[in-house]
């Protein structure tokens, strides 16, 4: 693939992730056997990535919630430890 094109099959895969979790957090808000709250969360640190209201949805939670962007840095750390697994998907330094 080209350069130009991996990057925006890259993008479009993380903007269909995250808005995967975030409707998939939206249907356990009304499901008992799926956390909706965490699929929601999941999804929205995907998003910002891309989207800056994401990213401020997200720093306002930090501020918030404390302990949440502990929890939060945690996961960004072994999700980035657990991609580093497969070689042929190439971290580009994602914006935090």
Excluded at 7 to 27: E, H
Excluded at 34 to 46: A, D, E, K, R, Y
């Amino acid at each position: 693939m080209k350069p130009s094109v991996a990057k925006t099959f890259k993008r479009w895969l993380i903007i269909l992730v995250g808005w995967g979790f975030v409707a998939l957090g939206l249907v356990g808000l009304f499901l008992p056997f799926l956390q909706g709250i965490l699929f929601l969360l999941i999804g929205i640190s995907i998003l910002s990535t891309e989207y800056a209201w994401a990213r401020l949805l997200l720093q306002k939670l930090r501020e918030r919630f404390p302990s949440f962007s502990t929890r939060i840095d945690t996961a960004k750390t072994r999700a980035r430890e657990w991609i580093k697994r497969f070689p042929f998907i190439k971290s580009d330094g994602a914006r935090d």
